[in-house]
């Protein structure tokens, strides 16, 4: 399973970005995808999670501004992120397990200026 993540860039706080993260390969039925984010000298984090039923769950200092989605027939998830503040300020990889294994894509760069 190759993953190619998109969607990053600069913005000021208060903006938004959506990212997107396409699944391509041998995908098979994609369970659990989610989001993390990890900076520099920091262990990598999860930020949202969407599973196969649509159910997520979110880390609580991104409540209420992000939103994960996905679309099954393009085997693709997104994570919208609104109201950014500069502690959102990470490389985001994508993530998901489809029953035989867990792919992580090549991470794109978020960063939040005040």
């Known amino acids: 399973v190759q993953l190619q993540a998109s969607g990053g860039g600069s913005v000021q706080a208060g903006g938004s970005l959506r990212l997107s993260c396409v699944a391509s390969?041998?995908?098979?039925?994609?369970?659990?995808m989610s989001w993390h984010r990890q900076t520099p000298g920091k262990q990598r984090e999860l930020v949202a999670a969407?599973?196969?039923?649509?159910?997520?769950n979110y880390r609580d200092s991104v409540k209420g501004r992000f939103t994960i989605s996905r679309d099954n027939a393009k085997n693709t998830v997104y994570l919208q992120m609104n109201s950014l503040k500069p502690e959102d300020t990470a490389v985001y990889f994508c993530?998901?397990?489809?029953?035989?294994?867990?792919?992580w894509g090549q991470g794109t760069l978020v960063t939040v200026s005040s």
């Open positions: 390969g041998r995908v098979f039925s994609l369970n659990v």
């Open positions: 993530n998901v397990n489809n029953g035989l294994g867990s792919y």
């Open positions: 969407i599973g196969s039923s649509g159910s997520t």
